[in-house]
Nanobody
Framework: QVQLVESGGGLVQAGESLRLSCAAS????????MAWCRQAPGKQRELVAV???????NYIDSVKGRFTISRDNAKNTVYLQMNSLKPEDTAVYYC??????????????WGQGTQVTVSS
């Protein structure tokens, strides 16, 4: 059973940076997209950033220009560089790998979550 292991969360002050990493414990074939989502207390989980197999990226408006998602295909690892952090970025961050499977189906792998807390 492949697991996603996240690291890099923590407590920082507003304006500082963090880099999240998410590595798969084994090989995952036919990866479609890799992404980061977050869930703040009392809120629904939201998609923060996504990167396709071709390297195209997309971000929610609130993090554009501050966050950068990247991937290392050889290592099945996805990163999220977070700069100029704001208190509203405080949340549990989850990584996601979407895999293409037979007959057009997809499967989602999820990390366990890593806490990011930004103090003002």
């Amino acid at each position: 059973q492949v697991q996603l292991v996240e690291s890099g969360g923590g407590l920082v002050q507003a304006g500082e940076s963090l880099r999240l990493s998410c590595a798969a414990s084994g090989s995952i074939s036919s990866i479609n997209t890799m992404a980061w989502c977050r869930q703040a207390p009392g809120k629904q989980r939201e998609l923060v950033a996504v990167i396709t197999s071709g390297g195209s990226t997309n971000y929610i408006d609130s993090v554009k220009g501050r966050f950068t998602i990247s991937r290392d295909n050889a290592k099945n690892t996805v990163y999220l560089q977070m700069n100029s952090l704001k208190p509203e970025d405080t949340a549990v961050y989850y990584c996601n790998i979407n895999q293409r499977r037979g007959w057009g189906s997809r499967y989602d792998y999820w990390g366990q979550g890593t806490q990011v807390t930004v103090s003002s």
